[in-house]
């Protein structure tokens, strides 16, 4: 781990937005919630759940189930790693639709072909099996993969943390009904079978993005970027992996009748209030707020591990923290990633591959270890070394992770802007960015407002981008650029949006690149930009540094 890697991951401040020169994502600019996207990711993960659950309905043929769920984690996870390493090859793939038509297929036929192994015998019950786990492992991870990049690219955070509570009505809804008399468990399975195509149906609605979170993303070196998905992915494995541990332990093939439960209502109306706080925050860009929700999780997840001795008398109530304690956890999770994907110039489909391939390997494991391990548990095992090893262990994690503390430039409380340096070794003062010299990668020089007002003629920005570009060049945040030229955030993205657009350049770095060009040609013409060759060798040679 660097040096320069000093803050916590996540840390509460007081400071407000202006103070340190950042602004939450998705509050730049209230936009309203788009009930397609909301509904279609809460149509998806209900169907993840949906999937392996609905054949608890019938528990006569239930024997040989919990392999396919298994199986089902491992391909989602082999699915994702090449998708991590070929992001840049598998993001325009997810985007289109035939990918993601044939995703929804092989999660409706996965779903179908569950129950059918469940009625099979020998070897057409081991090939059944087999074939859904391969065809639900390979959906549950891509498909997910492709609404978190729409999203991403979309900035719409409060439509994200909606769609996790809205999952969890529809759960709770369908759960209920499964269980009425009236209601054949068939008719849950073709509900399970429908909805991933109803997902799919509102994701390739979805017109293409544009502008995305609207934030000037700040370049980082790959060492910080390394150290940063490393920290993230050992809090993901070490808490997902106690909650998977800790839900099979508590409920041990009873998810649906807790989802149905009393107590899940209780917990419902608690999501809801959760999550109605976390979108106030972040439409007012209160990013203080947000340190309650992995301070909760933290809490939670240790009672739940020391409530391990005492799960037999109250087993409902026991997964109810562990759920809930997930739930923060998850929300924590999902604005980390969109955080570091909106502002970091890195891409979704890199973030979100490791996150949910770490995710789908943890739960397999909490799986495995506790199926390894039920036959001393039926049998009155003590648990209460396992009770105190998993609450060390969760502390560790967070302690790691999720240490509190004070640090600038934090969304959500996470110091992404102390933790990912642009290479440098001190932290940055508030609101000023480095931005390298034109001709020099240190210092502005004498002649950079002279390089920005050519560069400007030629492209033929007004007088206000002029002076966006020149500050921009400076490496100046959004925040200060509104403070030194006296106009609101909005029209500071909105100067700087048209200067990219003219500039042709889709990133800050692209834009100081094509500072730096122009300052080569004008240093060709003895300092004077208008000694140069010509505009035709001049815009080749720009072209050529701006693509070096």
């Known amino acids: 781990m660097e040096k320069t890697d000093a803050g916590p991951l996540i840390a509460r401040t007081s400071a407000s937005p202006a103070a340190n020169g950042e602004t939450t994502p998705a509050s730049e600019s ?27 309905l019938f528990p006569a043929q239930q024997t040989s189930m919990w392999h396919i769920y298994e199986v089902s984690l491992a391909v989602s996870a082999l699915a994702l790693i090449p998708c991590a390493v070929l992001h ?11 990918a993601r038509w044939l995703l929804a297929a092989c999660a409706a036929a996965g779903t179908a072909l569950i129950p059918c192994s469940l009625f099979a015998t020998g070897l057409t019950a081991a090939a059944l099996a087999t074939i859904a786990a391969l065809l639900t492992g390979m959906a549950s991870g891509l498909l997910n993969l492709a609404w978190c990049q729409e999203f991403a690219e979309r900035g719409s955070a409060t ?53 995305g979170f609207g934030q000037l993303p700040i370049p980082v070196d790959v060492r910080s970027r390394r150290s940063f998905i490393v920290r993230l992915c050992v809090g993901i494995f070490v808490i997902s992996f106690a909650d998977e541990f800790m839900r099979n332990f508590y409920l041990n093939d009873t998810d649906l009748a807790f989802y149905s439960s009393q107590v899940n209502l209780v917990l419902l109306v608690l999501k809801i209030i959760v999550s109605a706080l976390v979108v106030t925050s972040i439409r007012g860009k209160r990013r ?76 397999l494991l909490g799986s495995v270890l506790y199926t390894a391990n039920a036959p001393q548990f039926a049998a009155g095992a003590d648990v209460g070394p396992l009770a105190v090893a998993l609450a060390i262990l969760v502390a560790i994690a967070y302690l790691f992770v999720f240490t509190p503390g004070t640090s600038n430039g934090s969304f959500g409380g996470v110091s992404l802007s102390s933790l990912l340096r642009r290479g440098t070794s001190q932290p940055e003062a508030a609101g000023d960015a480095p931005g390298p010299a034109p001709g020099s990668g240190t210092a502005p020089g004498p002649d950079l407002d002279e390089v920005c007002d050519e560069l400007a003629r030629r492209h033929s920005l007004s ?22 030229l006296g106009i609101s955030t ?33 240093a060709m013409g003895e300092g004077n930009p208008d000694q140069r060759r010509g505009p035709e060798q001049d815009a080749e040679l720009a072209e050529e540094q701006v693509a070096r």
Not at 36 to 53: D, E, I, K, R, S
Not at 464 to 484: C, S, W
Not at 490 to 504: A, E, I, S
Request: net charge neutral; charged share 15%.
């Open 490 to 522: 909005n029209t500071v993205n909105t100067h700087v949006r048209h200067v990219f657009q003219k500039l042709d350049v889709h990133s800050r770095q692209e834009l100081l690149d094509a500072v730096e060009a122009q300052a080569e040609l004008a």
């Open 463 to 484: 007088g206000r981008e002029t002076d966006v570009l020149r500050l921009l060049a400076r490496g100046r945040t959004t925040t200060r650029i509104e403070a030194e």
């Open 88 to 98: 840049a090859k598998a993001a325009p793939i997810l985007r289109g639709r035939p």
């Open 159 to 211: 439509d994200f943390v909606l769609s996790v509570v809205v999952s969890s009505i529809i759960i709770y809804v369908l759960t209920n009904l499964a269980y009425s008399p009236s209601v054949s468990p068939w008719i849950m399975l073709v509900v399970s079978v429908v909805v991933p195509i109803a997902s799919c149906i509102l994701l390739t609605r979805q017109r293409p993005a544009t502008s």
């Open 288 to 363: 203080e707020d947000f340190s309650f929700l992995y301070r909760a999780s933290f809490l939670l997840a240790l009672v739940s591990a020391l409530f391990l001795p005492y799960a037999q008398e109250s087993a409902n109530i026991a997964y109810g923290i562990t759920n809930c304690g997930a739930f923060l956890f998850k929300l924590t999770v999902l604005l980390v990633s969109l955080e570091l994907c909106a502002r970091h110039e890195i891409s979704a489909v890199l973030v979100f591959a490791i996150v949910r391939a770490v995710w789908s390997l943890d739960l």
């Open 30 to 56: 209230k936009r309203d919630m788009d009930l397609a996207m909301l509904a279609g990711f809460a149509l998806f993960q209900a169907w993840v759940t949906l999937c392996f659950f609905t054949p608890q």
